[in-house]
């Protein structure tokens, strides 16, 4: 099993930042590959960005430019540095986890981003 625990979210106006940590916990940090994803209501979840673990990164074309995907391995943490954000980039934002060598998914609880003036 894998535990993931989200924080960062909130309240931000447009044009402003957040960032978005997730810890990780039951496994080897290592062999996992690590993304974000977010829902609306409504709609379903969608791809954001991930970071797999040699260390790629790919993002949603919604996101690129203004997005950075980041692991910490040490730390057993992902980060998702948000820039320049948008009224529609506000989502329950989800961390996920795959275990590389089962292509097992594990999602964290979520956590809330509105992005308003």
């Known amino acids: 099993q894998v535990q993931l625990v989200e924080s960062g979210g909130g309240l931000v106006q447009p044009g402003g930042s957040l960032r978005l940590s997730c810890a990780a916990s039951?496994?080897?940090?290592?062999?996992?590959?690590m993304g974000w994803y977010r829902q609306t209501p409504g709609k379903q979840r969608e791809f954001v960005a991930t970071?797999?673990?040699?260390?790629?990164?790919y993002y949603a074309d919604s996101v690129k430019g203004r997005f950075t995907i980041s692991r910490d391995n040490a730390e057993k943490t992902v980060y998702l540095q948000m820039n320049s954000l948008k009224p529609e980039d506000t989502a329950v934002y989800y961390c996920?986890?795959?275990?590389?060598?089962?292509?097992?998914?594990?999602w964290g609880q979520g956590t809330q981003v509105t992005v308003s003036s």
């Open positions: 970071v797999t673990n040699g260390g790629n990164t």
């Open positions: 996920s986890a795959r275990i590389v060598i089962t292509n097992v998914l594990f």
């Open positions: 039951g496994t080897i940090f290592s062999g996992l590959s």
